[in-house]
């Protein structure tokens, strides 16, 4: 059984183009993440969701949106990309709890390929 | 700024040895520290968590160590297998503020049979 798993698994576009990714987990978690890897691996978050409610925005352009429509589904909407959306996307989910205590369960990653 | 550091070049050892891979941070007061996994196409997996008040924590052949003094932690694989290779992540997650955890860019270990 897929505990995170993330659709699709590769995506390669042109600029300028609007694409989704879809996440679910089906762990019984309460917060999902997005989180973003460069080339250089650095795993940066960018969202982060709790039962559909966002709490956690960091500094990410606002071409990115993302959507929870139940606490097992977060999509990530991205409009208008860049060459520099070029990286592989990963959604985790963890249960909720002390801070810094949940361990973080991730899927399989998307990689995006702006052309 | 804050930083979390890990050695970017590979670590290459033999087998049977013991890896010992390293995690620094500056501008920190981390509660937690956990290290994961990430093997080549695939999502990071939690191997071990830490809190700032345990000097150590092992795990089968994993022992982690935690020194908030000098600000670091030491990640040992002892017996090293070939099916050890991969990337280790560290990640640090603070008491307070946002549930998010801030990660290491990893250091890539290459266990040679």
């Known amino acids: 059984d897929t505990a995170v798993s993330q659709t699709p698994k590769y995506l390669v576009t042109q600029m300028g183009n609007d694409k989704s990714i879809k996440c679910e987990q089906n762990?019984?978690?309460?917060?999902m993440y997005w989180y973003k890897q460069d080339s250089k691996k650095f795993l940066k978050i960018m969202f982060s969701?709790?039962?559909?409610?966002?709490?956690i925005n960091e500094t990410v352009p606002n071409r990115f949106s993302p959507k929870s429509p139940d606490k097992a589904h977060l999509n990530l909407h991205i409009n208008s990309l860049e060459l520099g959306d070029s990286a592989v996307y990963f959604c985790?989910?963890?249960?909720?709890?002390?801070?810094?205590?949940?361990?973080?369960?991730f899927g399989p990653g998307t990689r995006l390929l702006v052309l | 700024s804050q930083k979390i550091e890990q050695n970017s070049e590979a670590l290459n050892i033999q087998e049977g040895k013991t890896a010992t891979l390293t995690c620094n941070y500056t501008n920190y007061s981390p509660a937690y520290l956990q290290w994961y996994r990430q093997d080549p196409g695939r999502g990071p997996v939690f191997l071990l968590l830490i809190r700032e008040n345990e000097k150590e924590k092992r795990k089968e052949r994993l022992k982690v160590t935690f020194d908030t003094t000098l600000k670091q932690s030491l990640f040992h694989i002892t017996a090293s297998q070939p099916a050890d290779s991969a990337t280790y992540l560290c990640a640090l997650a603070t008491d307070t503020g946002r549930r998010a955890l801030t990660f290491g860019s990893g250091t890539r270990l290459q266990v040679q049979p």
């Open positions: 762990l019984g978690h309460d917060t």
């Open positions: 969701y709790n039962n559909k409610e966002l709490i």
């Open positions: 985790a989910s963890s249960q909720v709890g002390f801070r810094g205590r949940e361990t973080q369960y």
